[in-house]
T-cell receptor, first 112, second 114 residues
Framework: SQQGEEDPQALSIQEGENATMNCSYK?????LQWYRQNSGRGLVHLIL?????REKHSGRLRVTLDTSKKSSSLLITASRAADTASYFC????????????FGQGTRLTINP | DAGVIQSPRHEVTEMGQEVTLRCKPI?????LFWYRQTMMRGLELLIY????????DSGMPEDRFSAKMPNASFSTLKIQPSEPRDSAVYFC????????????FGPGTRLTVT
């Protein structure tokens, strides 16, 4: 069964606002990653958070991880039109850390 | 580095034809992954290699699909015979062992089977 599932499926906000996307997963993990995909392009890695971390920052990105709830959130602050893309969480199981299982993604639209 | 290179970028073929997708991973990366992306099923891992050896092909849909990695700088995904339901975007990704598990994706091959 699919490991990661994002919520919401689609999000539309005004430029400058913050965008929050959530991810839930089912089994214990080593780490959780977030990727971005612009239309017609491959996925690009944004940030990784390990299972023993609770929060991580990278520029305008903030990721949290709650292993007790098996959930993560990605916050993009002060959104820009260029942030328009699909965002995916990806998890690896404790067994078989080579493999990543991706969620269905959140389609984020930033309106100018 | 040019990143992960995939060819062709677009492929249109008729049902029953053989299709070969190609991938060149980033130099020095030990693991290579093939994914398929569709609206209905999202991003699915088909197969991955480590040091040119197939490790897990449980995601390969059926015997019509096969993948090879003859050397560290080249991999192919073949579909024979192709069917309309194989229409999707196929991505190749590579990763360096011992890194933070970050995968680097190619631009994808959009396959249309008519």
């Amino acid at each position: 069964s699919q490991q990661g599932e994002e919520d919401p499926q689609a999000l539309s906000i005004q430029e400058g606002e913050n965008a929050t996307m959530n991810c839930s997963y089912k089994t214990s993990i080593n780490n959780l990653q977030w990727y971005r995909q612009n239309s017609g392009r491959g996925l690009v890695h944004l940030i990784l958070i390990r299972s023993n971390e609770r929060e991580k920052h990278s520029g305008r990105l903030r990721v949290t991880l709650d292993t007790s709830k098996k959930s993560s959130s990605l916050l993009i602050t002060a959104s820009r039109a260029a942030d328009t893309a699909s965002y995916f969480c990806a998890t690896d199981a404790l067994q078989g850390a080579q493999k990543l299982v991706f969620g269905q993604g959140t389609r984020l639209t930033i309106n100018p | 580095d040019a990143g992960v290179i995939q060819s062709p970028r677009h492929e249109v073929t008729e049902m029953g034809q053989e299709v070969t997708l190609r991938c060149k991973p980033i130099s020095g990366h030990n693991s290579l992954f093939w994914y398929r992306q569709t609206m209905m099923r999202g991003l699915e891992l088909l197969i991955y290699f480590n040091n040119n050896v197939p490790i897990d092909d449980s995601g390969m849909p059926e015997d019509r699909f096969s993948a090879k990695m003859p050397n560290a700088s080249f991999s192919t995904l073949k579909i024979q015979p192709s069917e309309p339901r194989d229409s999707a975007v196929y991505f190749c990704a590579s990763r360096e062992d011992g890194s933070s598990y970050e995968q680097y994706f190619g631009p994808g091959t959009r396959l249309t089977v008519t």
